[in-house]
């Protein structure tokens, strides 16, 4: 009977993986886009294609688990002082990409403790968001290929919510008080661009030429996580040096291949139950 039920899931479902889009990530047009992180600022891996695909006529939702309310050495800010900081520096860096306030969402879980959060729950709430959303696309913290990849923990952990929430939400009967109760329907996603995966397993390269100046102006908006903010917070505008010394540290960031701007990511298309294959 086991066996039966899985050639059925196979037929209904065929397991297909792909590993380059049929049409290249810069030119897409009329997708609708979820990205699930851990932290308000996970978007820096993917800031300069998340501003392309939002120019290019996309829907870009940007969706993190926790408020940023650790992420500081300054004994001065307590949790609730970060939490809003960081909310706003959010804020400000996906404006400068042309990404409306209104999709930017924060689940509000604390920051360093999401590995020991209800785990039910955070994938209610995040199939909840994708059965809303209903994205085309997710892009999250790459789970790893073949291996687990090691990141931190509320990166680690997010990899997995992740691709487990998208699993979940392609199924009615998971969650079913979502579809039975509150006039959600199933969502199933097929493509997954990952980031911040493992050199060698990076398979897709998106050409951002022309976002140079936006990405270091967004990544700039995060005050609170770079030089004197992170140890002795003094507001959201950095002094003239500091602005100068981040610049500098995020070019040297920046990656270019034959002259070109580029973000790297491990492209997937295919069920979410495949996506470390």
Do not use: C
């Not at 900081?85 to 509000?108: F, S, T």
């Not at 209800?118 to 709430?125: A, G, Y």
């Not at 493509?191 to 990544?219: C, H, P, Q, R």
């Amino acid at each position: 009977m086991r066996t039966i039920w899985i050639l059925t899931i196979m037929l209904m479902f065929p397991i297909i993986s792909v590993a380059q889009p049929e049409i290249p990530i810069d030119q897409w047009k009329g997708k609708t886009i979820l990205l699930i992180g851990a932290h308000p600022d996970d978007d820096v891996y993917s800031m300069g294609t998340l501003g392309l695909l939002q120019a290019n006529g996309n829907e870009v939702y940007i969706a993190m688990l926790t408020t940023g309310n650790v992420g500081t050495q300054d004994p001065k800010l307590g949790m609730v002082d970060l939490a809003l900081i960081r909310k706003q520096e959010e804020q400000d860096a996906l404006a400068v990409m042309g990404i409306p306030g209104d999709h930017y969402i924060n689940l509000g879980y604390d920051d360093g403790m999401l590995e020991y959060e209800h785990k039910k729950e955070v994938v209610s709430r995040l199939v909840r968001l994708i059965r809303k959303v209903g994205p085309d696309v997710i892009f999250a913290f790459d789970p790893g290929k073949g291996e687990q990849r090691w990141h931190k923990a509320d990166h680690r952990t997010a990899s997995y919510l992740a691709a487990d929430a998208a699993r979940a939400a392609m199924w009615p009967l998971l969650f079913q008080g979502q579809i039975t109760m509150e006039g959600l329907k199933a969502h199933t996603v097929e493509e997954y661009v990952l980031f911040d995966s493992a050199e060698e397993d990076k398979n897709t390269w998106v050409d951002i030429t022309g976002f140079e100046e936006k990405k270091i102006e967004a990544l700039s908006k995060y005050v609170s996580q770079w030089s004197s903010g992170w140890y002795d917070y003094k507001g959201p505008d950095l002094s003239e040096e500091e602005a100068k010394e981040v610049r500098m540290r995020i070019s040297k960031w920046l990656q270019y291949q034959d002259g070109k701007l580029m973000e790297g990511f491990r492209y997937y298309k295919g069920l979410p139950d495949n996506i470390g294959r």
